[in-house]
């Protein structure tokens, strides 16, 4: 079964700094990847995805990430952090299956950004 | 174009009542799946559909019963409430999951 791990359950960012967030997971292949953002008390919002092709993906709201088949990594980066973007990042994997679509996801346990002023 | 829409907000039950979640979709989508989120434990897997009258289980399916029969609802069933289950659930629809599911905003249950 896969499995997702984000290392950092909080991270504290200066407002204008640069940030990476941390995600592995575990499968045979390559899955479909995904980060999705919860504010406070909303639902989820999703990012960015990959699932084939250029391993550099762009998201919505300046976020990018990286996957790298050797780590089994994607990793969510920003160049420069709002305020507004404190919240919790989830990283998430879908298993492809035969007809191509993914039944599920698999979540981390999360990593709860806060921005310093 | 409401999305994905989940109801009721918030639910207090007493142990051993049976609710039902509603989920409701209206991107004609086929996949939809139901998730649990407890803190510190990122959002689980209950039950998934990839299409009407096609349903199986998640990573935590006990206590919890499933049917699909149109393409727009997914409801989510509690036959028999325990306190583990308080939690807040979240609903959500994609065209196949590859593209990345659609979130509703969740029902906040405590079973009491």
């Known amino acids: 079964a896969q499995s997702v791990t984000q290392p950092d359950i909080h991270i504290t960012v200066s407002e204008g700094a640069s940030l990476e967030l941390r995600c592995n997971y575990s499968?045979?292949?390559?899955?479909?990847l995904f980060w999705y953002v919860q504010s406070p008390g909303q639902g989820l919002q999703l990012l960015l995805k990959y699932f084939s092709g250029d391993t550099l993906v762009q998201g919505i709201k300046g976020f990018e990430a990286e996957f790298k088949r050797s780590q089994s990594s994607f990793n969510l980066r920003k160049p420069s952090v709002h305020w507004s973007d404190a919240a919790e990042y989830f990283c998430a994997v879908g298993t492809p299956n035969s007809g191509g679509g993914a039944d599920g996801l698999t979540f981390g346990k999360g990593t709860h950004l806060i921005i310093q002023p | 174009n409401a999305g994905v829409t989940q109801t009721p907000k918030f639910q207090v039950l007493k142990t051993g009542q049976s609710m039902t979640l509603q989920c409701a979709q209206d991107m004609n989508h086929e996949y939809m799946s139901w998730y649990r989120q407890d803190p510190g434990m990122g959002l689980r897997l209950i039950h998934y559909s990839v299409g009407a009258g096609i349903t199986d289980q998640g990573e935590v399916p006990n206590g919890y019963n499933v049917s699909r029969s149109t393409t727009e609802d997914f409801p989510l069933r509690l036959l028999s409430a325990a306190p583990s289950q308080t939690s807040v659930y979240f609903c959500?629809?994609?065209?196949?999951?590859?593209?990345?599911?659609?979130f509703g905003s969740g029902t906040r249950l405590t079973v009491v």
């Open positions: 499968y045979g292949a390559t899955p479909y």
């Open positions: 959500a629809s994609s065209l196949t999951g590859g593209y990345g599911y659609t």
